[in-house]
């Protein structure tokens, strides 16, 4: 499928988006509060955000190629338990707001950095912020750029590379056309509206994909034909062996079981959604804590309802090209599946269904529905690179009295060379075969680290600075001796006696929690058992969270419940 499978409506309705994403981000820089004026206006929007804004932005800036892409090819590969890091997500989003975001707005931050100065030292947050600027570049801007690139080639192309650089570059510019002038503020506006699209749109692919599957048609008769044809893959709970992917691989070492649930995949979620700057930026721009928290409430509720979007997209590709022993072989697979190198990408699962059953029409709005959740991800992490750089590198290292004229426009600057620098590093990727796995796994490496930083800083007083700079330091050899094992790069029986086989997420927790063992004996034997003297001292009153906030919490439990009890 390419091109020419889209006609003249579909190219009028993407073309239509790109104007109105691009105009209402310009307008809402420019006109809100006359011209952006301080530092506060373009990294953190006024300070004004409404809680509606909040979690549609929060949901648009986690939502990128590397759901839609990434998540749908692990649908594909490994079945609906991938949606565990949709519907953990939402638990996690309740206890963010609960017990993390009263202390950082207590403290007025700009960024996470921040808090790592005013409760360890400066020297600590400087390390950790430019960490966090080269992950941002060369993790998460390169691979959603890639991952997006390779869809529209999918889509638009042949789906053998020819439009990859056009797309990446495509993409950038669109990012950069609304998000360089107008920050924080145009950033999270705009979320709204993209959305909105791309729940819209990824709700027709849905609908439409499982539609196909009923001889008669029918979305509901669809999803029974789904559930009784690939039964194995509606398990949410994985054991050894269950579910193998088309490319051999036992899916238990992506989703290990119960750790899922009581396991490693806390680490992840704690790290990326209560410390991860271009997600926690939106709740520190809220009018004031009761708002933010009904903010991360709205995308919890919105968080449950992903899984329908791009993880059942990628089960109905698995059920039209499988065949019944649920092999992907042969006569059943699509070409469109197969690599040059005879194996199976599983990523293109969703580009698949949107070029063979979107009809004309229609395939315009499912593309700007794809182009909402690439670019508003773009937009939010080029804001919060240029927000870490300006106030933690720029500002006290380079120009200690730089007004808010000079530190917008090295915001801006920033943000303009981090895209450059993404765009030459994303056609390096190549081909990944799970895109959204491997990525979860690598970030995985660092994070079990600055979790247990974060977490000891928070609620241990004893946790001194010089323990958390070791913490951070053994952090990472103490991942890789983890992941040895499990990569087979010791071809030596004796060796690998000491270097288990263990499942990433395993790797994770085990990472976290020696971590933590050497941060507490450190700060215990530094302190000789006595509170530090950047300990945080909590307000009575500080963690009570309004009705709705309760209600809702209350609400979100009982659904994940409900789901895990039902899919187990």
Same mark, same amino acid.
């Given at each position: 499928?390419?091109?020419?499978?889209?006609?003249?409506?579909?190219?009028? $309705?993407?073309?239509?988006?790109?104007?109105?994403?691009?105009?209402?981000?310009?307008?809402? =820089?420019?006109?809100?509060?006359?011209?952006?004026?301080?530092?506060?206006?373009?990294?953190?929007?006024?300070?004004?955000?409404?809680? %509606?804004?909040?979690?549609?932005?929060?949901?648009?800036?986690?939502?990128?190629?590397?759901?839609?892409?990434?998540?749908?090819?692990?649908?594909?590969?490994?079945?609906?338990?991938?949606?565990?890091?949709?519907?953990?997500?939402?638990?996690?989003?309740?206890?963010?707001?609960?017990?993390?975001?009263?202390?950082?707005?207590?403290?007025?931050?700009?960024?996470?950095?921040?808090?790592?100065?005013?409760?360890?030292?400066?020297?600590? !947050?400087?390390?950790?912020?430019?960490?966090?600027?080269?992950?941002?570049?060369?993790?998460?801007?390169? =691979?959603?750029?890639?991952?997006?690139?390779?869809?529209?080639?999918?889509?638009?192309?042949?789906? @053998?590379?020819?439009?990859? +650089?056009?797309?990446? &570059?495509?993409?950038?510019?669109?990012?950069?056309? *609304?998000?360089?002038?107008?920050?924080?503020?145009?950033?999270? %506006?705009?979320?709204?509206? /993209? &959305?909105?699209?791309?729940?819209?749109?990824?709700?027709?692919?849905?609908?439409?994909?499982?539609?196909?599957?009923?001889?008669?048609?029918? &979305?509901?008769?669809?999803?029974?034909?789904?559930?009784?044809?690939?039964?194995? !893959?509606?398990?949410?709970?994985?054991?050894?062996?269950?579910? $193998?992917?088309?490319?051999?691989? @036992?899916?238990?070492?992506?989703?290990?079981?119960?750790?899922?649930?009581?396991?490693?995949?806390?680490?992840?979620?704690?790290?990326?959604?209560?410390?991860?700057?271009?997600?926690?930026?939106?709740?520190?721009?809220?009018?004031?804590?009761?708002?933010?928290?009904?903010?991360?409430?709205?995308?919890?509720?919105?968080?449950?309802? $992903?899984?329908? +979007?791009?993880?059942?997209?990628?089960?109905?590709?698995?059920?039209?090209?499988?065949?019944?022993?649920?092999?992907?072989?042969?006569? *059943?697979?699509?070409?469109?599946?197969?690599?040059?190198?005879?194996?199976? @990408?599983?990523?293109?699962?969703?580009?698949?269904?949107?070029?063979?059953?979107?009809?004309?029409?229609? !395939?315009?709005?499912?593309?700007?529905?794809?182009?909402?959740?690439?670019?508003?991800?773009?937009?939010?992490?080029?804001?919060?690179?240029?927000?870490?750089?300006?106030?933690?590198?720029?500002?006290?290292?380079?120009?200690?009295?730089?007004?808010?004229?000079?530190?917008?426009?090295?915001?801006?600057?920033?943000?303009?060379?981090?895209?450059?620098?993404? #765009?030459?590093?994303?056609?390096?990727?190549? =081909?990944?075969? /799970?895109?959204? /796995?491997?990525?979860?796994?690598?970030?995985?490496?660092?994070?079990?680290?600055?979790?247990?930083?974060?977490?000891?800083?928070?609620?241990?007083?004893?946790?001194?600075?010089?323990?958390?700079?070791?913490?951070?330091?053994?952090?990472?050899?103490?991942?890789? *001796?983890?992941?040895?094992?499990?990569?087979?790069?010791?071809?030596?029986?004796?060796?690998?006696?000491?270097?288990?086989?263990?499942?990433?997420?395993? /790797?994770?927790?085990?990472?976290?929690?020696?971590?933590? &063992?050497?941060?507490?004996?450190?700060?215990?034997?530094?302190?000789?058992?006595?509170?530090?003297?950047?300990?945080?001292?909590? !307000?009575?009153?500080?963690?009570?969270?309004?009705?709705?906030?309760?209600? =809702?919490?209350?609400?979100? #439990?009982?659904?994940?419940?409900?789901?895990?009890?039902?899919? %187990?």
């Amino acid at each position: 499928m390419n091109a020419a499978n889209f006609s003249l409506v579909d190219y009028l $309705i993407f073309i239509t988006y790109g104007v109105v994403i691009v105009g209402i981000g310009l307008y809402v =820089s420019r006109t809100r509060k006359g011209h952006q004026r301080n530092a506060e206006d373009y990294f953190l929007a006024g300070k004004s955000l409404p809680w %509606w804004t909040i979690g549609a932005s929060l949901i648009a800036a986690n939502i990128s190629a590397e759901q839609f892409i990434g998540m749908s090819g692990s649908g594909f590969a490994i079945g609906l338990a991938i949606a565990s890091y949709e519907w953990m997500a939402a638990l996690t989003l309740i206890i963010v707001g609960k017990f993390f975001l009263p202390i950082f707005i207590e403290k007025k931050l700009y960024t996470i950095p921040q808090f790592l100065e005013q409760r360890y030292s400066t020297n600590l !947050k400087s390390i950790l912020a430019v960490f966090w600027i080269a992950l941002f570049i060369f993790v998460n801007l390169t =691979s959603v750029l890639y991952l997006g690139a390779k869809a529209l080639d999918t889509i638009l192309g042949n789906a @053998d590379g020819s439009m990859l +650089i056009y797309a990446v &570059v495509g993409l950038a510019l669109f990012a950069a056309a *609304y998000s360089l002038w107008g920050g924080l503020s145009a950033v999270a %506006w705009t979320d709204v509206i /993209q &959305v909105a699209l791309l729940v819209i749109g990824g709700l027709i692919t849905t609908f439409i994909a499982l539609d196909h599957l009923a001889p008669n048609g029918g &979305v509901a008769e669809g999803f029974k034909i789904l559930y009784n044809k690939v039964p194995e !893959k509606f398990s949410m709970i994985l054991s050894k062996g269950e579910v $193998i992917t088309p490319n051999g691989k @036992d899916a238990y070492f992506d989703l290990p079981g119960l750790a899922v649930l009581i396991g490693g995949m806390w680490i992840a979620n704690l790290y990326y959604w209560g410390f991860n700057q271009y997600i926690i930026q939106r709740t520190l721009a809220a009018k004031n804590l009761r708002e933010s928290q009904r903010g991360i409430a709205f995308a919890a509720f919105i968080k449950l309802l $992903i899984p329908l +979007i791009v993880v059942i997209p990628g089960l109905v590709a698995f059920a039209m090209n499988s065949s019944p022993g649920g092999l992907v072989t042969g006569s *059943y697979v699509d070409s469109t599946f197969v690599t040059e190198a005879g194996t199976i @990408d599983n990523d293109r699962a969703f580009p698949w269904l949107i070029s063979t059953f979107i009809p004309t029409g229609l !395939k315009g709005l499912v593309l700007a529905a794809l182009a909402a959740a690439i670019v508003s991800s773009l937009a939010s992490m080029l804001n919060s690179t240029a927000t870490i750089f300006t106030m933690d590198i720029y500002k006290p290292y380079f120009n200690r009295k730089a007004g808010d004229r000079q530190t917008v426009a090295v915001g801006r600057i920033t943000a303009a060379v981090s895209l450059v620098i993404a #765009c030459f590093m994303a056609p390096l990727l190549g =081909s990944i075969p /799970q895109a959204f /796995q491997f990525i979860q796994e690598y970030t995985g490496i660092v994070s079990p680290g600055i979790l247990a930083i974060f977490i000891l800083g928070l609620f241990y007083k004893k946790t001194t600075n010089n323990a958390a700079i070791w913490g951070a330091m053994l952090s990472i050899p103490t991942a890789l *001796y983890f992941k040895t094992g499990s990569k087979g790069w010791l071809d030596n029986t004796v060796l690998e006696m000491f270097f288990p086989n263990l499942p990433w997420m395993h /790797q994770m927790g085990l990472t976290f929690l020696v971590v933590v &063992v050497i941060i507490v004996a450190i700060s215990f034997i530094e302190n000789k058992g006595k509170n530090d003297s950047k300990a945080i001292i909590f !307000k009575p009153g500080l963690f009570k969270t309004g009705s709705r906030f309760n209600i =809702s919490a209350l609400i979100i #439990c009982l659904i994940l419940a409900f789901l895990y009890a039902f899919f %187990w």
